[in-house]
């Protein structure tokens, strides 16, 4: 990705994606109660795969873009 929009873009829906996954993390290793999810292992599976995406996003948004040159 090459503009920075798009980059930064990219960084925030990746943070957001991994946030989100760390909270279903955590309800499914019922750290977090209160909800349906809590201490159901399913959800911190789906929640774990969510951080794992969501810092890929990252990593691609903040990786350096190419020079272009030959």
Not at 9 to 27: D, N, P
Not at 32 to 38: A, D, L, Q, R, V
């Amino acid at each position: 990705m090459q503009s920075r929009i798009g980059r930064i873009a990219l960084v925030a829906v990746g943070l957001v994606v991994a946030i989100v996954g760390a909270v279903f993390a955590g309800q499914g290793l019922n750290l977090i109660p209160g909800s349906t999810m809590t201490g159901d292992r399913t959800w911190l599976y789906v929640g774990a795969v969510m951080v794992v995406v969501g810092l890929i996003l990252v990593w691609l948004g903040l990786r350096r873009a190419p020079s272009g040159r030959a």
